[in-house]
């Protein structure tokens, strides 16, 4: 079976000789309408495919004080896996409408719980359906489930006071996936309070994406990345967003590049903001 790590091509997915050995999971979701994803997949998903809905499979129940979107039970979410036919040498492939911006915090938990082979579609269903593939309708077909040993990463992420500690050290750098008006402050859709992490750097998602919503090739995120680490290693940043989903991508495009080992903040701006104490920035 083949190797995938970050991502993998239309193309390549459609023609691979053991694609049906590969578990698909379709991760379409919409913040401002949670049960769209979960309504488009009947219509039409990529064939085999299951659906992972963010809020339910790859995210836990929210407290009073965590983000919008807390990490799911690494045990739990290593059962869940294996509830989707994912055993310890399966290959999955994650894909939802055309970003991957929710496809990429699937890719990030798999990772973190030890899965080694697991991509992106690079475009989404999107560009799944630009290239006249096939669509397969219904509720989706599961698979025979497999026990998933998690062996969960430990260094993946950081919690808040672990984020509070790392910004009184110079050498690390707290990146912002968010667009560049909600960093700023100048407008917040989502969360009650507007505004960014204080000493936080702003790199919005949407910088590795092509106009196609694909990714950019390595080299080009390569010198983009570059131009914000100015000479740091990528073990030096802290990824957030609004609650730790978007963030998921710009470490995806990381690895992409080539700079493995930056770390997750999964409470980001909605736990950040849950105490009035915390520090809040603007512009």
Not at 67 to 94: C, K, M, N, Y
Not at 129 to 157: C, H, I, S, Y
Request: charged share 20%; aromatic share 8%.
């Amino acid at each position: 079976m083949m190797e995938l790590t970050t991502l993998i091509e239309v193309d390549t997915l459609r023609s691979h000789p053991e694609r049906d050995k590969i578990v698909i999971l379709d991760c379409r979701f919409d913040l401002t309408d949670p049960l769209a994803g979960k309504r488009a997949f009947p219509a039409g998903h990529i064939p085999g495919a299951q659906y992972a809905n963010l809020n339910l499979d790859l995210s836990s129940a929210v407290t009073a004080a965590s983000g919008r979107h807390p990490l799911p039970d690494a045990q739990v979410f290593a059962r869940r896996a294996g509830s989707w036919g994912i055993g310890d040498e399966t290959t999955t492939v994650l894909y939802d409408e055309s970003n991957g911006s929710i496809a990429a915090r699937a890719w990030w938990l798999l990772r973190w719980i030890g899965a080694t082979r697991v991509a992106v579609l690079n475009g989404g269903l999107a560009a799944w359906r630009n290239a006249g593939a096939e669509l397969e309708t219904g509720e989706g077909r599961p698979r025979e489930p497999k026990r998933f040993t998690a062996r969960v990463q430990t260094n993946f992420f950081l919690t808040t006071n672990e984020v509070i500690g790392a910004l009184a050290d110079p050498s690390r750098l707290l990146v912002d996936a968010r667009a560049q008006a909600r960093f700023a402050g100048e407008t917040e859709p989502i969360d009650p309070v507007a505004g960014h992490v204080p000493g936080a750097e702003n790199f919005p998602f949407t910088q590795n994406l092509g106009a196609d919503g694909r990714f950019l090739p390595p080299e080009e995120l390569r010198k983009r990345w570059s131009g914000l680490l100015r000479g740091r290693k990528a073990v030096a940043l802290i990824n957030m967003c609004g609650s730790g989903v978007t963030a998921c991508h710009n470490l995806l495009a990381l690895e992409i590049a080539g700079f493995s080992g930056a770390q997750l903040y999964p409470g980001s701006w909605s736990e950040w903001i849950r105490d009035p104490a915390r520090p809040v920035a603007a512009n």
